[in-house]
């Protein structure tokens, strides 16, 4: 049996839903025999009436209900359609959800289901990927699964998990990527990376969509020049695990981190600041990051495809940070 | 409508909450004056009755309450530890709600049904919305939601938004709109072009009231009668209640943009004043009684802002800094 990504997303949903009464499911599209504007839900409006209810188009009173309903004892699941108008949603995830434990002790558990990053022809408001955005603000864990067994196992801790959580659903991965199974035999804890490949040249830091391209990069360079690259994922970009990070780059002495978002500020600048600052000691060369453009995200898909960073790309990076 | 006579008892309660708001308010204009108060501090001067008219028909662990700034009196309305959380959440006290990581008007006790308010305008008739969703959810019935807004967070698209939902998914949530013609310092002119701010109500889709938010006993059936349609299930109810704000925005503010002839307006339109002079007018209160009641909320007043100044404070040094509840295990 093959599974997809977004498979494994609407797996998750609906054991959620059956396995605990407070779980709800909440956005635009969601409902009826639509099932949302990708199909994460499609069916299950029908299998548990009254508890996948479709909003109007009003993404900031989207996240301020879920907010009211999380502090009232339920555990809503909100569907941003596009992960480029969750921004409207941005202050009351940062501002009100975000800040919320610190302020009161109440937690507030409310996931934000985010269907991000860029797809041929998406263009510069379908493609977007604002994991930078959310994660600047206090309180708020933001992840970013690259497997079908992370969509799965990723989604539902994120629900069990009292706090707030953006959940990043990288769009390219939903039908590309498959997989045996969303099920594996010792899934990692939220907050590990994991070594996606092991190698001893350079360490290439990537999450969500960048972790395919980066494990093809390795490949191909193996292949060609013979140098292996050791691919850390992330899963979560917050927490941010740095232990794994640092002990791999120990291991290679060069680092290469891989980001589809813009670059100023973004969570490569994170990963490289942090390295820099706590395991300088630990690079025989300077760190490089590899993000988009400094650009909106263009719509023909050439433009697209030069716009992002990509496996050849990728390659292309590790071989000048391997020679410095 | 419910008749004048019936509301006596609820007419008594908001009157000594209306009273306990402006000796409280009084009381921490001084200390701001003083220098005693950290940060801003937001007076609800004139905003007495209808505050505290909302809020006196509202029941804690059953209803939802999310009180404005200038809400002081809904707040001792709905609750008797109102003016010692305000203390404390001005002095920063470590024993108050907050803990001192917020302070003066952002409290709250989510968990009784008092949502701790952010600054950002409109924000959270959302939240009020979500906590009457979650009763929905959870089978509770006959409780109530009161969202305070004010004729600013009308031009906000976030209650917009969230009145809009309200509406759609026929919450009992009573959205009250405080019209004290001032947004900080921008006049009803330059911050809508409706003709009445109740047509904003009606377009939602919600049953519109409207009252002179100056006078009291009207105040107090108005709000009376859309508390009890939202409760009875007649859907989503919009009051707007007209009424002047006798302070600055914040006690840093001499709201020189107020102009003459409506401060004049301030000595024959106090809610105060109003309110008392009705009690009295329908027997149901005593100059002497009012004396005695008088006296005794001062001293309240004073005791509770003492207890508050000689908490402990919040110690940064050993505050748990953390914003999450929850923490990975890494493997």
């Excluded at chain 1, 899934?187 to 001893?200: D, K, V, Y």
């Excluded at chain 2, 102009?259 to 307006?265: E, F, I, N, T, V």
Aim: glycine content about 10%; some cysteine.
């Amino acid at each position: 049996m093959s599974v997809t990504y977004i498979d494994a997303i609407h797996r998750a949903l609906e054991e959620l839903l059956q396995e605990d009464d407070r779980v709800f499911l909440f956005g635009e599209d969601i409902a009826g025999t639509f099932g949302g504007a990708f199909k994460a839900t499609k069916g299950l409006a029908e299998k548990f009436p009254g508890r996948v209810l479709n909003t109007p188009i009003a993404e900031d009173a989207i996240m301020s209900v879920a907010i009211g309903a999380a502090l009232g004892g339920m555990k809503p699941v909100v569907e941003m359609q596009f992960a480029d108008f969750g921004t409207l949603g941005l202050n009351q995830m940062g501002n009100n959800a975000g800040a919320h434990f610190f302020r009161t002790g109440v937690p507030v558990n409310i996931t934000m289901r985010m269907p991000c990053g860029g797809t041929p022809g998406g263009g510069p408001f379908h493609s977007q990927s604002v994991e930078a955005l959310f994660a600047h603000y206090p309180g708020v864990h933001v992840f970013t699964p690259a497997t079908v067994a992370d969509a799965y196992y990723m989604l539902k801790q994120a629900v069990q998990i009292p706090d707030p959580v953006v959940f990043m659903e990288h769009k390219f991965l939903y039908r590309w990527l498959k997989a045996d199974s969303w099920e594996e035999s010792d899934p990692l804890p939220i907050g590990s990376a994991r070594i996606a490949r092991e190698g001893e040249h350079a360490t290439v830091v990537a999450f969500s969509a960048m972790v395919p391209e980066a494990l093809k990069a390795a490949q191909d360079l193996a292949e060609q020049s013979g140098y292996e690259l050791e691919v850390v994922d992330l899963r979560s970009v917050k927490p941010l695990d740095m232990d794994t990070i640092l002990a791999s780059v120990a291991r290679t002495g060069r680092m290469l981190v891989v980001s589809e978002d813009f670059p100023w500020g973004g969570v490569a600048a994170e990963v490289v600041s942090r390295v820099v600052a706590e395991g300088m000691h630990l690079l025989d060369a300077p760190p490089l990051r590899l993000t988009s453009k400094e650009s909106p995200i263009p719509y023909h898909p050439e433009l697209w495809r030069a716009h992002r960073p990509n496996a050849a790309s990728i390659a292309d990076a590790a071989r000048y940070l391997i020679s410095l | 409508m419910t008749r004048v006579s019936e509301l006596k008892d609820a007419a008594l309660r908001a009157y000594r909450a209306m009273c306990t708001a402006r000796a409280f308010d009084t009381k921490v204009s001084a200390l701001y004056k003083a220098g005693k108060i950290f940060g801003g501090v937001f007076l609800g001067r004139g905003h007495e009755a209808i505050a505290a008219c909302e809020a006196v028909f509202l029941e804690k662990g059953r209803d939802v309450y999310n009180p404005f700034i200038r809400e002081m009196a809904g707040r001792c309305a709905w609750s008797d530890d109102a003016v010692l959380e305000s203390a404390r959440s001005y002095f920063g006290s470590a024993l108050g709600c907050m803990g001192g990581k917020d302070g003066n008007v952002h409290w709250g006790q989510p968990l009784q049904g008092v949502p701790a308010p952010v600054s950002h305008l409109g924000a959270m008739v959302g939240v009020v919305a979500g906590m009457m969703l979650a009763k929905r959810f959870r089978g509770e019935k006959g409780c109530v939601g009161v969202a305070c807004i004010g004729d600013g967070t009308t031009s906000v698209g976030a209650a917009h938004e969230a009145c809009n939902l309200i509406a759609v998914q026929k919450l009992p949530v009573v959205v009250v709109v405080s019209n004290n013609l001032f947004a900080y310092s921008t006049p009803n002119a330059q911050e809508f072009a409706c003709a009445s701010l109740c047509d904003r109500g009606r377009g939602y889709g919600m049953a519109a009231h409207e009252c002179d938010g100056t006078d009291f006993l009207q105040t107090l059936a108005t709000m009376q009668c859309a508390i009890a349609a939202a409760r009875a299930g007649e859907g989503p109810q919009w009051v707007v209640a007209t009424t002047l704000r006798m302070c600055g925005h914040g006690e840093h503010d001499d709201a020189s943009y107020i102009p003459d002839s409506l401060r004049q307006a301030y000595a024959d339109r106090d809610p105060l004043d109003i309110a008392r002079r009705q009690l009295v007018e329908e027997g149901w209160l005593s100059e002497q009684q009012d004396e005695e009641l008088n006296a005794h909320i001062r001293d309240e007043v004073q005791r509770a802002v003492a207890q508050a100044q000689r908490e402990p404070v919040p110690d940064p040094q050993s505050l748990d800094w953390t914003s999450v509840s929850w923490k990975p295990v890494r493997a």
